[in-house]
């Protein structure tokens, strides 16, 4: 089973900088993929952008530009730098791994942009 835990959500206004971590611990494998989606009330989720255990990244068009995402194997971490924040990126944001066709999640952290 493997856990996860995202910290560094908050309240942040347009034009702002957040960044979000999550832990992952557990029985995790190599070869995972980490990433990172949002739900903001009445979407769908959707991914922001993940990266796998080598550092190849896919990020979402809404991002893309201005969110980078990193991650620390030796410490099973991942990472969300947020830049030039706007409110239409206001949502409940959830860590997620990828591995052997499981998916496993975060209890998932809010990020509001206030215009």
């Known amino acids: 089973q493997v856990q996860l835990v995202e910290s560094g959500g908050g309240l942040v206004q347009a034009g702002g900088s957040l960044r979000l971590s999550c832990a992952a611990s557990g029985s995790i494998g190599s070869g995972n993929v980490m990433g990172w989606y949002r739900q903001a009330p009445g979407t769908q989720r959707e991914l922001v952008a993940n990266i796998n255990s080598v550092g190849s990244t896919n990020y979402g068009d809404s991002v893309k530009g201005r969110f980078r995402i990193s991650r620390d194997n030796a410490k099973n971490t991942v990472y969300l730098q947020m830049n030039s924040l706007k409110p239409e990126d206001t949502a409940v944001y959830y860590c997620?791994?990828?591995?052997?066709?499981?998916?496993?999640w975060g209890q998932g952290t809010q990020v509001t942009v206030s215009s």
């Open positions: 997620n791994m990828a591995y052997r066709g499981y998916d496993y």
